[in-house]
């Protein structure tokens, strides 16, 4: 469960974020939207723990190991396979049978034959197919998601597409978008940053 | 168990990536060669063993400064940084983890350096070796804590030294002391007396420097 009250994020001098009040339950689906520059990704930040709130209150029930961050880079070495990347990831968060599920994640999100090049040699799509392996590797209960279709091609979207509808009944999800229609659907809770 | 396993999977890591992308061992190796190979020539022939010791502490230091630089530039390409701190394992395993890739990398510059500098300038005793050793140890402890810091600035190249240095001062002297001096042990005590305390607050501290 996250519940946010009078929440807010200052850099300085400059307020990103004001006055934001939310509860997701531990089965619910977010959607935030806002133009550039509304304090979207720092709502993440916050909520995946990167960052601290500076003024009201953020209360997240759910402990590291159970979130799931999808960013705007991939946070994966560019200069490590993608394998070597997942391995490292599945190392830190403790995953069973890390081969298998590795493999499997690699094998749906279309990376299977491309698994043992850099990273740094894969396209920006590929790259965002990596990240969503590497954020849902753990089988995390909550996932964040900033701009989860951004640089995806449409057989990547419509798969994303399908990954949610599976996993929205097994996870929290907060997600920002800039074509919330597409996740309409899925949507229990909406948040309209200015 | 799982931590000790942690910190084996992050240092594997950097290891690996220096093995592909080579930019920071061939680096230090050069720099530390190319400085005694200068001071070999700027030195003059009369020079006192003293000088020869001082040159080796000071390419050591700024050898290992180079590496620092470069500590964390796998991790602010991509934010993988995010990564490592959002995962459930022990942030210190992150430190300890550079810590230990460094160290590699500065002991295997040193492999180098010191027979190098044994060829340019004077023998080097058992005393000088085990202060280098000791001194290693110090330099990527509270390097590494100094090098994380940094990479979250924008001033970064500049923070890093002006930070390091300062607190490399006790190293030099007891490097220096070491290598000189009738009763080494004493030195060597004092180096191996600031490895534990600095290993300790930066083992303590990096939580804090990694996140808000």
């Known amino acids: 469960m996250i519940r946010a009250r009078r929440l807010e994020k200052r850099y300085g001098d400059k307020r990103v974020l ?3 009040d939310f509860e997701l339950a531990d089965d619910g689906f977010l959607v935030v939207t806002g133009p550039n520059g509304s304090g979207k990704t720092t709502l993440l930040r916050l909520c995946a723990g990167l960052a601290v709130p500076t003024g009201g209150e953020l209360t997240v029930t759910h402990e590291r190991a159970g979130v799931g961050f999808l960013a705007h880079e991939s946070l994966v070495y560019r200069e490590l396979t993608a394998v070597e990347n997942l391995d490292l990831y599945g190392r830190l968060y403790r995953v069973r049978e890390r081969r298998e599920r590795i493999g499997m994640l690699l094998e749906r999100f279309g990376l299977w034959e491309a698994r043992h090049q850099r990273a740094g040699s894969y396209s920006r799509g590929m790259l965002q197919r990596l990240a969503l392996c590497r954020a849902l590797l753990h089988g995390p209960e ?15 979207a419509a798969l994303l597409d399908r990954e949610l509808a599976e996993l929205r009944d097994r996870a929290a999800f907060v997600v920002t978008t800039h074509d919330p229609a597409r996740v309409e659907p899925l949507a229990t809770a909406r948040l309209a940053l200015a | 168990m799982t931590y000790l396993a942690d910190v084996a999977a992050l240092a594997r890591k950097d290891l690996r990536l220096e093995l592909r992308a080579r930019d920071t061992l061939p680096a230090m190796l050069l720099f530390v060669l190319s400085t005694l190979v200068v001071f070999h020539f700027v030195l003059p022939g009369e020079s006192s063993d003293l000088a020869a010791k001082g040159v080796l502490w000071v390419a050591i230091l700024f050898t290992a400064l180079l590496g620092l630089a470069r500590a964390f530039v796998a991790e602010r390409e991509q ?9 459930p394992s022990d942030r210190s395993a992150i430190w300890l983890g550079k810590a230990l890739a460094l160290l590699v990398f500065l002991v295997l510059a040193e492999v180098i350096a010191l027979p190098a500098f044994a060829a340019f300038f004077s023998g080097l005793g058992a005393e000088t070796v085990a202060a280098v050793a000791l001194a290693d140890i110090g330099i990527c402890a509270v390097g590494t804590l100094l090098a994380g810091m940094a990479v979250a600035s924008r001033a970064r190249e500049l923070l890093l030294p002006l930070l390091f240095l300062p607190l490399a001062i006790p190293i030099v002297v007891g490097g220096v002391g070491a290598s000189v001096a009738d009763a080494p042990g004493r030195y060597l005590g004092f180096l191996a007396l600031y490895d534990a305390i600095f290993a300790l607050v930066s083992w303590a501290s990096f939580e804090y420097v990694v996140t808000e």
């Open chain 1, 18 to 20: 004001r006055g934001i």
């Open chain 2, 79 to 87: 934010n993988v940084l995010d990564g490592l701190v959002l995962a």
């Open chain 1, 142 to 156: 909550l996932l964040i998601l900033d701009e989860p279709y951004s640089a995806l091609d449409e057989d990547g």
